[in-house]
């Protein structure tokens, strides 16, 4: 029966009380015991990396599947190092001179979505954290990635029961359509949704009522100076660029540069198979790299290979093409010019500017088109300069020398929080700019006990005669 409504029925009423049951047993454990679970599903899900990933390529078809077994070893090795030792159970904090003691508390049931790019690394990652922190989780996938993601859940969910996890701590719904999607988002068990996709969806799941993280677009713009290693910084960004075929949301979008350095730029992406497409060309990739209609890039080039999207917009490219390269003028940006848009694909836009403070309004008009918050990337080997483009921009991740993609995701090339759901601060709508992770799914309560013995029993007396100020008061009571 159990089995009929994780694959077939959708009975949500029932899923709900079944995630409020086992959450209810699972804030009754130990640390202990928790981290024992942890390590049970770390251990499984890092098992089966390779078959997970190529089980995402062969139902999406996005990306490459080496690249996403790198994916599952971020969402499980390299984030279960990152939180195995935090404590999420118990007294976290006991604090003698104010007498506060900190109680980690789960939050509840969480529901979370994963996207059709990243089906398998997300969905480890969501499952991992919320396990770490005893909160049951109910995973939507993508309709598109139904199979994959499912498996995912599966192989953590049969690790966690057999190290002791309480019945139902993991389960997953096959097929839901958006009304009860919705529903499911606004249930009144569900403590928080845990959104990574489309716009719409995430704006959905900040309007359910519910307490919501969701992260939607990135539309990075990466900004190479003049001090930077041009070799380097070009090696880098092809490097990031064509992980998963640009399927990270933070993968850089735009190349911004100074005049002075664009032969030299252009030369080494051309030196690395770059591809610069001529006024016909573009156009003709406008068209198929982004729907007009929808008003966002189109579903045939997620994830898909340089010289597969050029075919299909007929431009004739060498097969080992690695990003195709649009140059657009500096005041072409937004929606008449598709290709200065979020495309998860390995396409690039270019922009060459006057100067540094040209280059630094020309990101900042970049993100403000669907990645305010999100990320931005500079190569730069002078710090006053990269500080200063950190002061004066919005973003939640600025990344120095460092390619996008890996980078963002932490663990690799920085000392980033391993994740696999980046907030975008009140840029992006969310309450934070961190990488997300187990803290943010716990509640802490606060045990404060009576320390302090006020100066004046009757101080409330001195408040209210209004001749008395400040320095009076502190004077009085020895402050």
């Given at each position: 029966?159990?089995d009929?409504?994780?694959?077939k029925g959708?009975?949500i009423e029932e899923?709900?009380?079944?995630?409020?049951i086992?959450?209810d047993?699972?804030s009754?454990?130990?640390q202990?015991?928790?981290?024992?679970?942890?390590?049970?599903?770390?251990?499984?899900?890092?098992?089966?990396?390779v078959?997970?990933?190529?089980?995402a390529h062969e139902?999406?078809?996005?990306g490459?599947?080496?690249?996403?077994?790198?994916?599952?070893?971020?969402?499980?090795r390299y984030?279960?190092?990152?939180?195995k030792?935090?404590?999420?159970?118990g007294i976290l904090?006991?604090?003698?001179?104010?007498?506060?003691t900190e109680?980690?508390k789960p939050?509840?049931?969480?529901f979370?979505?994963t996207?059709?790019?990243n089906?398998?690394?997300?969905?480890?990652f969501k499952?991992?954290?919320s396990m770490k922190t005893?909160n049951p989780?109910?995973i939507?996938?993508?309709?598109?990635?139904r199979?994959?993601t499912?498996?995912?859940a599966r192989i953590?969910?049969?690790?966690a029961v057999a190290?002791?996890?309480p019945?139902d701590?993991?389960?997953?719904i096959?097929?839901?359509?958006?009304?009860e999607t919705?529903?499911?988002?606004g249930?009144?068990h569900?403590?928080?949704?845990?959104?990574?996709g489309?716009?719409?969806?995430?704006?959905?799941?900040y309007?359910?009522?519910?307490?919501a993280?969701?992260?939607?677009?990135?539309?990075?713009?990466?900004?190479?100076?003049?001090s930077?290693?041009?070799s380097f910084a070009?090696?880098?960004?092809?490097?990031?660029?064509t992980f998963?075929y640009g399927?990270?949301?933070?993968?850089e979008?735009?190349?911004?540069l100074?005049f002075?350095?664009?032969?030299?730029?252009?030369?080494?992406?051309k030196?690395r198979?770059?591809?610069?497409?001529?006024?016909?060309?573009?156009?003709?990739l406008?068209?198929v790299?982004?729907?007009q209609t929808?008003?966002?890039?189109?579903?045939?080039v997620?994830?898909?290979?340089?010289?597969?999207?050029?075919k299909?917009?007929?431009i004739?490219?060498?097969?080992?093409?690695?990003?195709?390269?649009?140059r657009?003028?500096?005041h072409?940006?937004?929606?008449?010019?598709?290709l200065?848009?979020?495309?998860?694909?390995?396409i690039?836009?270019?922009?060459v500017v006057d100067?540094?403070?040209e280059?630094?309004?020309?990101c900042?008009?970049?993100?403000?088109?669907g990645?305010m918050?999100h990320?931005i990337?500079?190569f730069?080997n002078?710090?006053?300069?990269?500080?200063y483009?950190?002061?004066?921009?919005?973003?939640g991740r600025?990344?120095v020398?460092?390619p996008?993609?890996q980078?963002?995701?932490?663990g690799?090339y920085n000392?980033?929080?391993?994740?696999l759901?980046l907030?975008?601060?009140?840029?992006g709508?969310?309450?934070t700019?961190?990488?997300?992770?187990?803290?943010?799914?716990?509640?802490?309560?606060?045990?404060?006990r009576?320390?302090f013995?006020p100066?004046?029993?009757d101080?409330?007396?001195?408040?209210?005669d209004?001749t008395?100020?400040?320095g009076?008061?502190?004077?009085?009571?020895?402050?």
């Open positions: 029966m159990k009929e409504i994780r694959t959708l009975d899923i709900m009380e079944r995630a409020r086992s959450g047993k699972f009754t454990y130990s202990e015991r928790v981290d024992r679970i942890v390590k049970a599903v770390y251990v499984a899900g890092f098992n089966q990396r078959y997970l990933a190529k089980l139902e999406t078809g996005i490459k599947w080496q690249d996403k077994v790198s994916k599952n070893v971020i969402a499980t984030v279960y190092k990152d939180i030792d935090l404590k999420t159970a904090k006991e604090d003698a001179e104010t007498g506060i109680v980690a939050i509840g049931p969480i979370a979505m996207p059709i790019t089906p398998t690394s997300t969905a480890l499952i991992l954290i005893r989780i109910i939507r996938p993508h309709g598109s990635a199979k994959c499912c498996e995912a953590c969910y049969e690790a190290e002791g996890a019945e701590c993991i389960q997953w096959k097929r839901s359509t958006p009304e919705i529903e499911m988002m249930h009144k569900v403590a928080l949704v845990l959104a990574t489309s716009v719409s969806l995430v704006k959905a799941a309007q359910s009522g519910n307490p993280i969701g992260v939607g677009p990135g539309n990075v713009p990466v900004y190479i100076g003049s930077a290693d041009l070009v090696e880098q960004i092809i490097l990031s660029k998963d399927t990270v949301c933070a993968s979008q735009s190349v911004v100074k002075n350095i664009a032969e030299g730029v252009i030369a080494e992406f030196k198979k770059a591809y610069f497409l001529n006024e016909v060309e573009k156009h003709r406008e068209e790299a982004f729907n929808q008003k966002s890039m189109s579903i045939n997620i994830g898909q290979s340089a010289y597969k999207i050029a299909m917009a007929g004739d490219v060498p097969e080992d093409t690695s990003v195709l390269i649009v657009y003028a500096t072409e940006v937004g929606i008449k010019y598709p200065s848009l979020e495309i998860l694909a390995p690039l836009a270019m922009y100067d540094f403070i280059a630094i309004n020309m900042k008009r970049i993100v403000s088109y990645g918050g990320t990337s500079i730069s002078e710090e006053d300069k990269i500080m483009f950190a002061e004066v921009t919005n973003a600025l990344l020398n460092t996008a993609s980078g963002a995701l932490g690799t000392g980033l929080q391993p994740s759901t907030a975008t601060g009140s840029g709508k969310n309450i700019t961190d990488n997300i992770t187990a803290k943010h799914l716990l509640n802490i309560q606060r045990l404060a009576r320390t013995i100066c004046n029993p101080f409330t007396d001195i408040y209210l209004e008395i100020d400040a009076r008061i502190d004077y009085e009571c020895g402050r």
